[in-house]
């Protein structure tokens, strides 16, 4: 009876363990996070999507949304020249923090050194992140982020539904066509 209970119960001590986020990404790094900071470009976060298992995709928009006005000409703005890349949020030594699970924070993601890439003033470009799999594996708050152009955090649904936060790029859009009285396409 006694090792009938034993089993029992490291069966469900392994189950616990095994349900746990450091063991259902591909990666998990031993380190925190640091994010990205935003300097100039705007980042949202269009449209993203993810699959059973765990692959995905996330359509973004970078945007300079800068303007001229008596404190200075707008800019050309730049992001990169890293790629981008997505961080989980789950409790870690002091408290949520991010860790960056997609790709790799230990693997060497280019080989070629390349420079930053240039936004003009009120230019918008769109790219693709297309995701491969357990990049998204389990429900919970997610973070992308592009050098130089920030992060935007977005939920990944039991059912799979991916909600995003562009919150900040709303209001720096909305602002950009208040200065310059150019509308911005959403």
């Known amino acids: 009876m006694l090792l009938l209970l034993l089993g029992i119960g490291a069966l469900c001590g392994y189950m616990y363990w095994a349900s746990l986020p450091p063991q259902q990404f591909a990666y998990w790094p031993e380190e925190e996070s640091t994010g990205a900071v935003r300097e100039g470009v705007s980042l949202c976060i269009d449209e993203a999507g993810r699959n059973q298992d765990g692959s995905g995709y996330i359509k973004y928009t970078l945007a300079n949304f800068s303007w001229s006005d008596e404190y200075g000409e707008a800019e050309v703005a730049y992001y990169g020249p890293a790629d981008p890349w997505i961080e989980y949020q789950y409790e870690g030594e002091f408290g949520d923090s991010f860790y960056q699970v997609y790709p790799r924070a230990d693997s060497l993601t280019q080989l070629v050194v390349t420079s930053a890439s240039p936004l ?26 592009v050098e130089r152009a920030g992060t935007v955090d977005f939920v990944v649904m039991n059912n799979g539904d991916v909600v995003a936060d562009n919150e900040a790029y709303i209001k720096t859009s909305r602002e950009y066509e208040r200065q310059t009285a150019t509308p911005v396409e959403p």
């Open 120 to 145: 003009e003033p009120g230019e918008k470009i769109q790219l693709v992140e297309i995701l491969p799999k357990d990049t998204l594996p389990v429900a919970g708050v997610y973070r992308f982020c």
